[in-house]
């Protein structure tokens, strides 16, 4: 069976989404603000599922249609053939939301919904009540200007869930955004790539499983394993073929550090728990002392904000010290995230290329500082000593 899908994406990223999607093998995609639509089958959702990378979440598209009174959306919930996806004992979760439309409510679109999927279900399988203790479908009913859309999530807990932070500090930077930073960038595999202020280790993370070229959600599970019509066996083959194309030897290029020591230490924790604490290295330091006497590499970072209370002055104290780590590595190129509006001033460089990101529901700007490309592939570096 064909559905349409929906890759849900943080705004700003929808393009790298949308290039991984490419590179799947996906054509005919249509990149909307927030998501991407696209077709494919059980297998194709097993693939985005387990392969991508920037994606919030699959969803599967189950009818788009436009309704200004109740019985409108009544009805157009109910020609839906729910019966097709959703066995006799399905758990039935209706979520919402509305904006800028005639019907506002959420509480009331939910009700309607679950309402018309039941008169649907009852229709399909001649009972009157659902006990609802089967497999879970969390299904949502989304309204933009009077145009619903109605889909079925087939992820379940978020595809930034990856499965090796089960810890997390302070202000934790999300693993698709992370991603998206890393993608963003000219680097590959085998060039030097350091995160001066690491936290709990999620840009070096995310970028030694890219170097080792590992799915991120090869390691998970995912709500639509669960379905009963779904073939169990596909997402085994999907999650073997993923496997069996990872990267064997990656060198170790890829380095984080960070002041506290106690992010440090859960960064490493959560590096093994990642399957690439082979690949990616971490050190307790303070981000002036960081040094390289190697060329051409790569530093991406997500520093503070100075979003709290007291913390601005020191915020812009660090801001002007990365900009002192920078003049020292004239042939590197930095890539920093922050929503401080005189970044530039306090780095004391105008950025190369600025684009608009949000992390979370932070509005932010992605500063890139780009170097001299290399004359042959470098690797290496080094750190102060203990």
């Not at 009700?111 to 039941?118: D, F, Q, R």
């Not at 009913?141 to 145009?147: G, T």
């Not at 001066?196 to 890219?210: R, V």
Request: aromatic fraction near 10%; proline fraction near 5%; charge should be positive.
């Amino acid at each position: 069976m064909t559905f349409d899908l929906i890759a849900t994406t943080a705004f700003g990223i929808e393009s790298i989404t949308a290039r991984e999607l490419e590179n799947l093998g996906f054509s005919d995609l249509k990149v909307e603000n927030g998501r991407i639509t696209f077709k494919g089958d059980e297998r194709d959702i097993a693939r985005c599922n387990i392969h991508l990378r920037t994606a919030d979440r699959i969803l599967i598209k189950m009818a788009e249609f436009k309704a200004v009174t109740f019985e409108e959306l009544f009805q157009g919930v109910k020609a839906i053939p729910w019966g097709d996806l959703m066995p006799i004992d399905a758990e039935m979760h209706v979520i919402g939301r509305s904006v800028r439309s005639g019907l506002f409510s959420v509480p009331d679109c939910q009700s309607i919904t679950k309402k018309a999927i039941v008169e649907k279900m009852k229709e399909k399988y001649r009972i009157s009540v659902f006990e609802e203790t089967g497999p879970k479908y969390k299904i949502e009913v989304a309204l933009l200007k009077d145009i619903v859309t109605i889909t079925v999530d087939t992820t379940g807990p978020g595809l930034n869930k990856r499965g090796y932070r089960r810890i997390v500090g302070e202000a934790p930077l999300k693993e698709t955004m992370a991603c998206a930073l890393l993608l963003l960038t000219y680097w590959k595999r085998g060039r030097i790539l350091v995160d001066p202020l690491c936290g709990s280790g999620t840009i070096p993370i995310e970028a030694a499983m890219i170097a080792k070229n590992m799915a991120p959600g090869v390691n998970r599970s995912f709500v639509a394993e669960t379905w009963r019509d779904f073939d169990s066996q596909i997402w085994d083959d999907v999650r073997a073929e993923a496997r069996a194309a990872e990267i064997k030897d990656v060198p170790r290029t890829i380095f984080g550090s960070d002041l506290d020591p106690k992010a440090v230490e859960l960064a490493v924790h959560h590096a093994k728990e990642a399957g690439v604490g082979h690949i990616a290295g971490f050190k307790q330091m303070n981000v002036l002392d960081f040094y390289s006497k190697e060329k051409y590499g790569f530093m991406v970072t997500n520093p503070p904000y100075g979003e709290r209370i007291g913390e601005m002055r020191a915020v812009e104290r660090l801001y002007s010290d990365l900009g002192k780590v920078y003049k020292r590595l004239d042939s590197w190129s930095f890539y920093l995230i922050t929503s401080h509006p005189s970044f530039e001033k306090l780095f004391g460089k105008t950025a190369d290329k600025r684009r608009k990101l949000y992390n979370g529901q932070l509005l932010c700007q992605y500063y890139q500082f780009l170097g001299p490309k290399p004359p042959k592939e470098n690797s290496g570096i080094i750190l102060p000593k203990d």
